[in-house]
């Protein structure tokens, strides 16, 4: 696809200066990032001796972030910087094909730059890449609603695909679009092809489920676990304040589709965005926090532009456009305000001391134990936890794993305890739901150190 030059040096712009508000911005880079990839190139498998409820993505593969070396914030960083950049361009090529203007696409890009750091835009989880699938499934699957070439649909759904290799959440998704390839032209040859490229990836994860052996642990993590302990403690709704700043772009949003809908405005696009806007906004059903929403930004903001421009009466649209640009400068220079600054969360000036203290103990290759703090302090040290097993440390996946992280620790007692005592989650200690590895700890180890309120412990 051409680009006229002046589009594409006014798209240049907007990323660097994208990238510039992110750079300074707090960065906040989840652990399980980094641990979850370090534990599964140090050989321990994922579900079975890495507790976690995730499909694989980009942790659990053997292609991963530690072995792709993304091992330090500088590097995640520079990742981050890169998933945002190449999420743009998508979004130009989307916008630019259901507008049919370069013109209109780069105010959906700038709207972009305007609201994505907003929306825990600074945090890089498995949320910030799912853009990286759904953009391009979406811009194969209007490709082929516009040109009826088979080979579209096959890509649509091969991105879509990939995008569940990262999040079960897509899985409905894949289901509706399905649906839809059948809706369009009826053909069973094309919804075939369709779940052909779905499958691909699929049976990729599924072979490696079961060439390492651990099916049932699967199993038990991702679903049953899912539908169960995290849906009964797991949970977090949204409160008022979070509701507010979401209706910022898409009430608009939802408003402006259903409006566009009416008055059937380009309406070979508007299903499809529909479904890939409404599909990915279940990805907050779960946890409300606004990282969960980044898949669904893009196409909200594709429909916002699409209603401004549509036929619809211009004093609607017009108010439209004046409760977004309100909603901006209400709220977003008291986020600038709150969340500039060079720290990077969970690598800061505490982690540093920390790993300090825990090398003056340990050797690499030790096993040490962390107790309600620092969960990739593993990754920090180059250490391993006792048993070899691990689990991040929430109320839920105790519930579920206390019983086998201490066997891990009475079987292979750790070098060194960290304990934290006061960490908590969500208003929760988490020491509380760890009672009996708690005990097994105060009976067991004895205070040598400490870096503010955490402890380094050795065995009595």
């Known amino acids: 696809m051409r680009i006229n030059n002046r589009y594409a040096i006014a798209l240049f712009i907007i990323i660097a200066a994208h990238i510039l508000i992110l750079a300074k911005l707090v960065f906040f880079p989840y652990p399980e990032l980094f641990v979850y990839s370090y534990l599964t190139k140090a050989g321990l498998l994922p579900y079975k001796q890495i507790f976690d409820q995730h499909f694989p993505g980009i942790m659990f593969f053997p292609i991963n972030l530690a072995s792709l070396g993304i091992t330090t914030a500088l590097t995640a960083r520079y990742l981050h910087f890169a998933v945002?950049?190449?999420?743009?361009?998508?979004?130009?090529?989307?916008?630019?094909?259901?507008?049919?203007?370069?013109?209109?696409?780069?105010?959906?890009?700038?709207?972009?730059?305007?609201?994505?750091?907003?929306?825990?835009?600074?945090?890089?989880?498995?949320?910030?890449?799912?853009?990286?699938f759904l953009l391009p499934s979406y811009y194969f699957l209007i490709n082929w609603r516009e040109h009826k070439i088979s080979n579209n649909v096959f890509w649509s759904g091969l991105f879509l695909g990939l995008a569940l290799l990262f999040k079960q959440v897509v899985a409905p998704l894949i289901l509706l679009i399905l649906v839809y390839v059948w809706f369009v032209k009826k053909s069973v040859r094309d919804a075939l092809i369709y779940v052909c490229g779905v499958g691909l990836p699929i049976v990729a994860l599924l072979y490696y489920i079961f060439a390492i052996g651990v099916w049932e642990d699967f199993i038990?993590?991702?679903?049953?676990?899912?539908?169960?302990?995290?849906?009964?403690?797991?949970?977090?709704?949204?409160d008022v304040a979070g509701f507010v700043k979401?209706?910022?772009?898409?009430?608009?949003?939802?408003?402006?589709?259903?409006?566009?809908?009416?008055?059937?405005?380009?309406?070979?696009?508007?299903?499809?965005?529909?479904?890939?806007f409404i599909a990915s906004l279940s990805f907050v059903y779960a946890r409300f926090d606004f990282i969960h929403l980044q898949p669904s930004i893009p196409f909200a903001l594709v429909s916002i532009v699409i209603f401004i421009f549509s036929r619809y009466n211009p004093k609607l649209k017009l108010l439209v456009f004046v409760f977004i640009a309100i909603s901006a400068i209400y709220f977003l220079p008291g986020f600038y305000r709150t969340n500039r600054g060079n720290e990077i969360k969970f690598f800061g000036n505490f982690e540093n001391r920390l790993v300090n203290k825990v090398n003056g103990y340990v050797d690499v290759g030790d096993t040490i134990f962390a107790l309600g703090t620092t969960p990739h302090i593993?990754?920090?040290?180059?250490?391993?936890?006792?048993?070899?097993?691990?689990?991040?440390?929430?109320?839920?996946?105790?519930?579920?794993?206390?019983?086998?992280?201490?066997?891990?620790?009475?079987?292979?007692?750790?070098?060194?305890?960290?304990?934290?005592?006061?960490?908590?989650v969500s208003g929760i200690n988490l020491v509380s739901y760890m009672p009996n590895i708690n005990k097994y700890v105060a009976e067991n180890y004895i205070e040598v150190d400490n870096v503010e309120q955490t402890k380094l412990l050795l065995k009595k």
């Open 84 to 132: 945002v950049g190449t999420t743009q361009v998508l979004l130009f090529l989307v916008a630019k094909k259901v507008l049919k203007s370069p013109g209109k696409a780069l105010l959906v890009n700038f709207l972009y730059l305007l609201w994505q750091p907003f929306f825990e835009g600074y945090v890089l989880w498995i949320d910030t890449f799912i853009p990286l």
């Open 246 to 276: 979401g209706m910022t772009i898409f009430g608009p949003a939802l408003i402006g589709i259903f409006l566009c809908y009416l008055k059937k405005e380009l309406k070979e696009y508007l299903l499809s965005l529909t479904l890939f």
């Open 378 to 424: 593993y990754e920090l040290t180059k250490t391993l936890p006792p048993g070899r097993v691990f689990v991040f440390q929430f109320p839920w996946f105790m519930k579920a794993s206390e019983s086998k992280i201490l066997h891990g620790i009475k079987e292979d007692p750790p070098k060194l305890v960290i304990l934290d005592s006061e960490a908590s």
């Open 220 to 238: 038990y993590w991702t679903v049953t676990f899912n539908l169960t302990t995290f849906a009964q403690m797991g949970r977090k709704y949204p």
